[in-house]
Nanobody
Framework: QVQVVESGGGSVQAGGSLRLSCKASGIISSMETRGWYRQAPGKQRELVAS???????NYAESAKGRFTISRDNGKNTVDLQMNSLKPEDTAVYYC???????????WGQGTQVTVSS
């Protein structure tokens, strides 16, 4: 079965940086697309950035110019580099892996990102 493991969350000051990593097992990179989502208290889960099997990227407007999503197919990992962090970036960040053949979604456990001013 597909397993998703996340790492890299933490607490930083405004203007700082964090790098999140999502590693998937049990699935071939060419058969999946991934996205980073976040959910703050009292808010709906929202897409932050996504990357296809062909490394086509998409970003939420709030992430453009600050966040970068990238893929390493050899390691089967997808990273989210977050720079110039703001307090409003504070949320639990989730990695989503979508199997393009079965259309099934797999989610990581979530990792907390806290940005203080």
């Amino acid at each position: 079965q597909v397993q998703v493991v996340e790492s890299g969350g933490g607490s930083v000051q405004a203007g700082g940086s964090l790098r999140l990593s999502c590693k998937a097992s049990g699935i071939i990179s060419s058969m999946e697309t991934r996205g980073w989502y976040r959910q703050a208290p009292g808010k709906q889960r929202e897409l932050v950035a996504s990357i296809t099997a062909g490394s086509i990227t998409n970003y939420a407007e709030s992430a453009k110019g600050r966040f970068t999503i990238s893929r390493d197919n050899g390691k089967n990992t997808v990273d989210l580099q977050m720079n110039s962090l703001k307090p409003e970036d504070t949320a639990v960040y989730y990695c989503n892996v979508r199997n393009l053949w079965t259309r099934r979604d797999y989610w990581g456990q979530g990792t907390q990102v806290t940005v203080s001013s």
